[in-house]
């Protein structure tokens, strides 16, 4: 539903992403910087969760999809999806057919009656035009929509050319494969936290979105760099990409919060995988998975035992 999209995937980004810079507060800003070490196995970098007679086993997954021509090896997930009881998801926002009505209003929110390059001080402007211009694509495709959705807008054209990859699908597909069951993370409503998202927007917050996403477009030469250092288990490249639009989600209102509930919701699912013998796989947002307060913290507070990829494993 394409014309759901400008405000729906200001939610999904959080979801996924989840960063904001100062002053506004940041939960996956600050790092345990002890995690960040380079693993023994090949491809990707993985944690081990334990408990008795029980293990799950954690991919860090990247910051965003991989560019065209980044490809990753898939024999150690292929490998410990064998036998799986579960693969493990992460939490997302959800909108039902009843939600129509609703996510139509507030899309009618992130449109202008004033052309958006007329409401752009110059400065910004000029920066806008210059990327669209780039892009090869005419001022009339975002005259009519907000500075926030006309940077999520641009966002996307910028990585519209060729095929990105999606790792997350890759495992899904081997895990079907295996005939491993997929357990879906917590699902939240993405009506109220829309409403309550858009009700804060001010000229000056969407101003600041549009500007971190032109921040992200001029800044793309990091995304490769970041998505192959994921590809190969250096963690410390792949937290080296580009941030600056998931600094305009944390300005949303709720942000904060809805990002320590996901993090407390996915440490749950993977606690109650470990109470049934044998081992299971998650996927976790690799800064969700590092942070101060992140899933690997939360679940070392419950007594759990938890090693990282540069120890050895099977």
């Not at 580009?242 to 407390?264: K, N, Q, T, Y």
Request: proline share 8%.
């Amino acid at each position: 539903m394409k014309f759901l999209r400008s405000a729906v995937v200001a939610a999904c980004l959080f979801l996924t992403l989840g960063a904001a810079a100062p002053p506004v507060e940041d939960p996956e800003g600050t790092l345990v910087e002890a995690l960040v070490v380079a693993p023994r196995t090949p491809g990707p970098a993985w944690w081990k969760v334990s408990d008795g007679d029980t293990t799950v086993w954690i991919l860090a997954m990247p910051e965003g999809g991989l560019p065209p021509g980044v490809a990753w090896d898939q024999s150690v997930v292929a490998r410990r999806l064998k036998g799986a009881n579960s693969l493990i998801q992460g939490a997302s926002m959800t909108a039902g057919v009843r939600d129509i009505p609703a996510l139509l209003k507030l899309r009618g929110q992130l449109r202008s009656k004033t052309p958006l390059e007329a409401s752009l001080p110059p400065a910004l402007r000029d920066r806008f035009v210059a990327d669209r211009t780039r892009l090869g694509k005419p001022a009339k495709r975002y005259a009519e929509w907000s500075p926030l959705a006309a940077g999520l807008m641009l966002m996307g054209d910028s990585r519209a050319k060729g095929r990105w990859g999606h790792p997350d699908n890759d495992v899904r597909r081997l895990a079907k494969k295996a005939k491993v069951p997929l357990r879906s993370g917590a699902r939240y409503d993405a009506v109220p936290f829309l409403r309550k998202a858009l009700a804060g927007l001010t000229p000056a917050i969407q101003q600041q979105c549009l500007e971190s996403a032109l921040d992200d477009i001029d800044d793309a030469g990091r995304v490769r760099p970041a998505a192959q250092g994921w590809a190969r288990g250096d963690v410390r490249s792949a937290l080296s990409g580009p941030r600056a639009f998931e600094r305009c989600v944390l300005l949303l209102s709720g942000g904060g919060d809805i990002w320590r509930r996901a993090s407390r919701d996915q440490t749950q699912d993977i606690a109650e995988a470990l109470k049934k013998p044998g081992h299971s796989v998650a996927l976790v947002g690799l800064r969700r998975l590092l942070a101060q307060d992140g899933v690997l913290a939360q679940l070392r507070a419950r007594g759990l035992t938890v090693t990282g990829p540069g120890d050895a494993a099977p």
